[in-house]
């Protein structure tokens, strides 16, 4: 996932999340936070996912007592029907016209993807970059995290994940229509040049 995915500032307000009511008879999602049943939200952000194939230095899903910690199995997310549901619900409520979608790594469900951005007009998809993209239309936006040259870049992703980001834009076919745009994490980058060292190597999920 990308830098985007960093916890908030101390003292932020709470965002609204969606989190899985598992006293329900059948899966729910409950919205939590300052959020008014009320209000218009143009805007909105959807996690699909705290799997992830890469462990980044700086990632939040993995750090100590965050509670968006990585499922103990795909069986513990919400289904793509019930969070498709969940959004299209959201979105005739408050009238959401742009989502952007983060994980983890979002690219791991891929159905839920291609289906999920149908529902709004405008689409960005946080990637790390290492999972095949879909091609899903010029309205939808991906943005890559790639945290500067290769050494620095892998310092906080992992060995070899500069390259497996340049495979994959390699492997993209001539007419692919989604634009594409490139994030870097600075303040992070910074750190890594003053001899930072990285974290231990975490579990992975397969994708
Ligand atoms: S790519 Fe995966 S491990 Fe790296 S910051 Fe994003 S979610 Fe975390």
Redesign the pocket.
């Known amino acids: 996932?990308?830098a985007a995915?960093s916890p908030l500032p101390r003292g932020a307000p709470r965002l609204p999340s969606l989190s899985v009511d598992a006293a329900a008879p059948t899966a729910r999602a409950v919205l939590t936070g300052h959020y008014r049943t009320d209000a218009r939200y143009p805007a909105a952000i959807v996690n699909v996912t705290n799997r992830?194939n890469?462990?980044?230095e700086?990632?939040f899903?993995y750090r100590e007592g965050n509670p968006n910690a990585e499922p103990a199995s795909v069986h513990d997310e919400l289904c793509d029907r019930d969070i498709l549901e969940t959004l299209e619900g959201l979105r005739e409520r408050h009238g959401i016209l742009s989502m952007l979608w983060m994980?983890?790594?979002p690219l791991l469900r891929r159905t839920l993807l291609t289906d999920g951005v149908r529902l709004f007009a405008n689409n960005t998809i946080t990637t790390?970059g290492t999972v095949p993209l879909l091609d899903l239309g010029p309205r939808v936006l991906y943005v890559i995290?790639i945290d500067g040259p290769e050494d620095l870049n892998d310092a906080l992703?992992g060995s070899g994940t500069y390259q497996r980001v340049m495979r994959t834009l390699a492997r993209l076919p001539d007419d692919f229509s989604s634009p594409i745009q490139a994030q870097c994490r600075v303040r992070t980058i910074a750190a890594a040049m003053r001899g930072r060292p990285t974290r231990s190597a975490r579990r992975r999920c397969a994708r």
């Open positions: 996932m990308p995915n992830c890469l462990a980044c700086h990632c899903i994980g983890g790594e790390n995290s992703r």
